[in-house]
């Protein structure tokens, strides 16, 4: 009865222990869990809204905002003592986005989709324009 006993809090406490562990791990490490599902859904809605998307484009672009959502975060903070990586990194992304988005679109809603993104991506400037140093 005691052995049963013991095994049984042995049993609780390391798993205690874990949960804490894993608890620790994911406050180190902010970009490893799933992007919020209300940003992935706004996301998709607005895109569903300018470019006219059916019920399936809408299921597999919601996934792929998701993937690419997921994996900016990680990327972002992967790499944030790292600027010129990350933009690397982030350069690619939009390139297998932009291949996914090809993929699940049609050529006028892809059309759209590049004029939409040319109308909000500002004109590059250098970043240590006009500051001090």
């Known amino acids: ?43 998709t809605r607005q ?3 300018s470019l006219r998307l059916n019920e399936a484009q809408y299921i597999r672009l919601r996934t792929a905002n998701q993937i690419k959502l997921a994996r900016l975060e990680e990327i972002t903070w992967q790499y944030k003592d790292n600027l010129a990586e990350q933009h690397v990194k982030l350069n690619e992304l939009d390139a297998q986005y932009e291949a996914e988005c090809s993929r699940i679109l049609t050529p006028s809603q892809l ?22 140093g």
């Not at 059309?111 to 001090?132: C, M, N, V, W, Y």
């Open 1 to 43: 009865m005691k052995s049963a006993v013991f095994t049984l809090l042995l049993l609780v406490g390391l798993a205690g222990t874990a949960v804490a562990q894993k608890q620790d791990r994911h406050a180190e490490l902010p970009g490893t869990g799933d992007p919020a599902p209300s940003r992935v859904e706004e996301l």
């Open 47 to 49: 895109m569903c809204n």
């Open 111 to 132: 059309s759209l989709f590049h004029a939409e993104q040319q109308r909000d991506t500002p004109t590059k400037t250098d970043p240590l324009e006009g500051g001090i």
